[in-house]
DNA sequence: GAGGATCGTTTCACCACGCGAAACGCTTAG
DNA sequence: CTAAGCGTTTCGCGTGGTGAAACGATCCTC
């Protein structure tokens, strides 16, 4: 875990933050017994963080703040293709009445960076910041359809093909034939690969000198993401969008 | 401010991740010449970023990462009151067609959990994760109109009252003034205290126990936010609205 | 109400670990 | 061809992060 020539409180620091961002709200020995380190390490752990504004301490509790949140949102904003993929996802979502997303790859894993809920989508626990295997997601596997072959090797060798559903893949060679043709439909299709029973379609959003900016996709119950609808009419509207996209990107 | 038994390693890392929320993609040695430190400490401190995620690298350039979403995410989904006030948000907005907001205190700071915008809301460069001075906003004001003096005036004496416009309230004595006024009324005016034309009312959202858990607000410029708009109508939205919210935090 | 368990806090001595000056290789600009 | 800038690497120093242990407060249990 901890490589060479890098900072070991720091990486402490962060486990903790992140334990408590699983866990609610917990005490000092709740923290230090799971994550096996003294209490006099945690306790100088939070009480930096605390500190600092990014843990909140309540009744001998300890919570994340909404620094974080801060920290997240500016990351957010920082790419001005992200503004411009929110009008988007809010345009497909409004008129396929789906869950339509916007996401990107960082550190070889799918991230949502924007999601809205059309009348009918049906729910998820899917948030803003939310990283999955991005072979398991309809924009994550646009994304690698248009990544030179060493790049999806590289990805692969680093998280592996973790199966998330009796459908999902979990061999180079398919994955590799299902991104061949992502790349000849223009479009890619995730048949249940991660939650039973649903369907999304994604398409690549490429910006200036071939580069992918990130994915975007249409989720919905199979019923529904089917016949001529999931063949022709989501298909065009996702392309659609992902045009004007990009032409918005281009010449913003 | 680096207080005692804190880890100084982390507070510069927080510097660093700061630095990189306000200033986009930026190389290494703007960050070091900025923040005054050396290089090689930079780099060590960036590689710990990258290496367990928090920091994206891209052709020499470094930027937060979404990883900093998801924490503010989980830190944002952890309290049930948040997700509750979420609707209420939503149904201020639609109803009276302006921009409404659900706000916390955190660390003496009047922090933005929720807002929408509503059909005719005028924009504002708010966000959520946003921290203000917590007596320059109304939900901010509501909420202190609640808390014990002592429980004020130590948030005075940590943050002192910063003016934003020449309306902001910048003396205890008004500022108590102010508060008495609001648990008179059941509700409290911003007026232009944030933004010159600017116009909010806030009430305290209080749950079990009488502890405030945080406050809504309604904001518009001046014209709309006037006369028995604002006199009568706009106010029984809002406490409908805080008092089911209220309900429902109790009785979920 | 005494005893025990558990909590967060504080102390303290050790030495690993974070630090920073400097050197290094590389690319770009003039 | 030189010089200036970049990110990277090295290395010895010394401090700052560490963790075992003790501490006092609180909360049960009997």
Redesign the pocket.
């Known amino acids: 875990m901890a490589s060479e ?8 620091m962060f486990r903790i933050a992140e334990f408590l961002g699983t866990r609610g709200p ?8 799971s994550l096996q ?11 930096t963080l605390e500190g600092q504004g990014y843990v909140v ?1 309540n009744e ?3 919570t994340l703040s909404l620094r974080f949140l801060d920290l997240g949102e500016r990351a957010r904003g920082q790419h001005s293709e992200h503004q411009l993929a929110a009008e988007k996802v809010g345009e497909l979502a409004d008129r396929t009445a789906e869950r339509a997303q916007f996401m990107i790859e960082e550190h070889g894993r799918a991230v949502y960076v924007h999601q809205q809920m059309g009348a009918n989508a049906v729910r998820a626990d899917t948030y803003p910041g939310k990283r999955v295997p991005i072979h398991t997601s309809a924009a994550g596997l646009a994304i690698l359809s248009h990544y030179p072959p060493h790049r999806i090797d590289a990805i692969i060798d680093r998280h592996g093909l973790e199966a998330m559903t009796s459908r999902s893949i979990t061999d180079p060679e398919t994955l590799h034939d299902r991104l061949q043709r992502t790349r000849e439909r223009g479009y890619s299709i995730n048949d249940q690969g991660v939650i039973e029973g649903l369907r999304a379609i994604g398409a690549p959003v490429v910006g200036p000198e071939d580069t992918v900016v990130g994915g975007l996709s249409i989720s919905g119950p199979i019923n529904r993401m089917a016949g001529q609808r999931l063949g022709e009419e989501l298909p065009s509207l996702l392309l659609g969008a992902t045009n004007e996209l990009e032409l918005n990107i281009t010449y913003q």
Do not use: F
Not at 26 to 33: D, P, R
């Open positions: 020539g890098t900072i070991r409180a720091i990486e402490r917990v005490g000092l020995s709740a923290i230090a017994s380190l003294p209490k006099s390490t945690v306790y100088r752990h939070l009480r301490e001998e509790k300890y």
